[in-house]
């Protein structure tokens, strides 16, 4: 179980952009962490009004992004458009190539997580997908996942079978119970949370865990929503 603390992590700033990397990123390289699991990218933005990332290119990434405040307008070379916020899952696979840009046409900033999985195959046909989903339950709930566990229950479907992300928002004091896994990486995404043998967990720290074994999370009294990445390669 390894604990990082938000403050621990890479920044990049701008006058439009804020970006905590949770691995290496971008000029942040550390040899020791380039990725957990499937996991390559976990990135914490936030992005100014009227700013955004300009059109780009990816290829051979499953792109889950997921946002916590205001809204992400999202434009590819497919010809797909969507417009992403809270309680609204996206996935974008890259494939064989894909350009998109990520803009913020609202009237304040918009804070979401972007996060990138090396997909089970390479050369896939590039594809977007979006879907909202319900997170009244307290509960995990699958948000963008391959696992055979989850096929009937997840909002969006990534193209790696052995990886998916599950998203809990919490009221004050509850509680889940994290799945057995060779990898979980669990992440505070808003409030304050009590790990069972980690502690108390801040906004934006994350905790890295192999070989789990059902430990329970407790929200703290302002609520959390957390972020779980749960892979078994």
């Known amino acids: 179980m390894e604990i990082h603390r938000a403050d621990a992590r890479f920044r990049t700033a701008s006058e439009w952009l804020e970006s905590r990397h949770s691995f290496s990123f971008g000029a942040h390289y550390d040899p020791a ?3 957990f699991g499937f996991l390559l990218a976990h990135n914490d933005e936030t992005v100014a009004p009227g700013s955004g990332f300009g059109t780009h290119p990816h290829q051979d990434l499953e792109i889950v992004t997921w946002v916590l405040r205001g809204s992400l307008a999202h434009r590819d070379s497919q010809g797909n458009n969507g417009v992403v916020y809270p309680g609204l899952a996206q996935r974008m696979t890259a494939g064989s190539g894909i350009q998109h840009s990520e803009w ?7 804070h979401y997580v972007q996060m ?4 089970d195959r390479l050369d896939l046909p590039p594809s977007y997908e979006q879907a909202e989903l319900d997170l009244s339950t307290g509960e995990l709930v699958p948000v963008a996942s391959g696992l055979a566990k989850h096929t009937s229950s997840t909002a969006i479907r990534i193209n790696q079978p052995a990886a998916g992300m599950s998203v809990a928002r919490l009221s004050p004091g509850g509680t889940v119970e994290l799945p057995t896994a060779p990898y979980l990486h669990l992440f505070v995404a808003t409030g304050t949370a009590m790990l069972e043998d980690a502690g108390d967990l801040g906004t934006a720290d994350a905790v890295r865990l192999t ?5 329970r999370v407790t929200a ?4 959390a929503e957390l972020l779980l990445w749960e892979m078994h390669a």
């Open 116 to 119: 990138w999985v090396r997909p």
């Open 220 to 223: 703290g009294p302002a609520g």
């Open 211 to 215: 070989n789990s074994d059902g430990e």
């Open 33 to 35: 962490n380039v990725g």
């Open 104 to 110: 913020n046409d609202g009237p304040g900033p918009v």
